[in-house]
């Protein structure tokens, strides 16, 4: 299968690539080279397709939570300044992610999950599809009309009703669940990435039940925390260079989509033996 791929990659040696294709197509380089980095792209993209393909399909609910945030006129109610700002559902976790966050919700037995950054709602319902009825996820969510529209999306689905938006931003919302001494068996961090040693440092120290994981998505945030010219200190690669200092951690980053590092106590992992 040949696919003429224009769109960004979330992997920035494939953006180097269709650059590096694209120079040698203006130079008139000869064919086999440019077929030969066409199908290396080719490749790359059927990896992420085939992913995909061998990934449980959605429920319908979830199927249509994720076409109507693909299809809403997201530049249109940017510039009614019915949003703070210009959202692209790029930002949404998908089927895939969440498949992962499932699978980790769901082996974990959890029952009370806490997301930061919520979008429309795509991880925090696939996350209530695979809890028991009286499980609960609570979601953080700067944005109103976000949150209008996620409540919308995920009553379709009779799991929305386990999911609970608070509205605000996130650290005051972590802050007040701290204050009712709240604790969570598996958080996901996907919110505004300067947030994010703030939002761990929170999670970790004040609400992650005993035994409980993190999960922080976008730890590869399109492959500046391993550029060479890179800040050290800012974003994600100010938190991953943080997680690295931390003795009483394991953390592992696995690099699906846009990278997703797991976070869990050395004390809840170190055998016994
Ligand atoms: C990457 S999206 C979340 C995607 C979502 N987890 C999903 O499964 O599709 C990040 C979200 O965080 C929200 N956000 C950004 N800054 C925030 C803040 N300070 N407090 C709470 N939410 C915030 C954005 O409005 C956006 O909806």
């Known amino acids: 299968m040949v696919r003429k791929m224009s769109k960004r990659s979330r992997d920035p040696a494939i953006n180097k690539l269709r650059e590096v294709k694209a120079e040698a197509e203006s130079l008139g380089i000869p064919e086999t080279i440019i077929n030969g980095l066409q199908a290396v792209d080719d490749l790359a993209t059927a990896r992420e397709d085939y992913c995909d393909s061998k990934t449980s399909t959605a429920s319908e609910p979830m199927a249509a939570l994720i076409k109507d945030t693909l299809e809403h006129p997201w530049q249109n109610v940017y510039e009614e300044g019915k949003t703070a700002w210009n959202i692209?559902?790029?930002?949404?976790?998908?089927?895939?992610?969440?498949?992962?966050?499932?699978?980790?919700?769901?082996?974990?037995?959890?029952?009370?999950?806490?997301?930061?950054?919520?979008?429309?709602?795509?991880?925090?319902?696939?996350?209530?599809?695979?809890?028991?009825?009286?499980?609960?996820?609570?979601?953080?969510?700067?944005?109103?009309?976000?949150?209008?529209?996620?409540?919308?999306?995920?009553?379709?689905?009779?799991?929305?009703?386990?999911?609970?938006?608070?509205?605000?931003?996130?650290?005051?919302?972590?802050?007040?669940?701290?204050?009712?001494?709240?604790?969570?068996?598996?958080?996901?961090?996907?919110?505004?990435?300067?947030?994010?040693?703030?939002?761990?440092?929170?999670?970790f120290s004040e609400l992650l039940a005993p035994g409980g994981t993190i999960a922080m998505d976008n730890a590869l945030f399109g492959g500046k925390p391993y550029m060479e010219d890179s800040p050290p200190n800012e974003g994600v690669t100010k938190f991953n260079n943080m997680i690295v200092t931390r003795k009483d951690i394991y953390y592992v980053l696995m690099p699906i989509r846009d990278g997703i590092m797991l976070i869990r106590r050395k004390e809840d992992m170190n055998g016994t033996v």
Do not use: W
Request: aromatic share 8%; net charge neutral.
């Open 88 to 203: 692209t559902p790029r930002m949404m976790s998908g089927n895939l992610e969440g498949y992962v966050l499932k699978f980790l919700v769901s082996a974990s037995k959890s029952k009370n999950v806490l997301e930061v950054g919520m979008l429309t709602g795509c991880a925090a319902l696939g996350m209530a599809e695979v809890m028991p009825d009286d499980g609960k996820v609570v979601t953080c969510e700067i944005d109103p009309y976000l949150v209008d529209l996620a409540r919308k999306l995920m009553d379709r689905s009779p799991h929305g009703k386990k999911v609970e938006i608070l509205t605000g931003p996130a650290i005051e919302s972590l802050n007040g669940l701290a204050k009712k001494n709240q604790k969570f068996d598996f958080i996901f961090i996907d919110a505004d990435k300067p947030g994010y040693c703030d939002y761990f440092n929170i999670c």
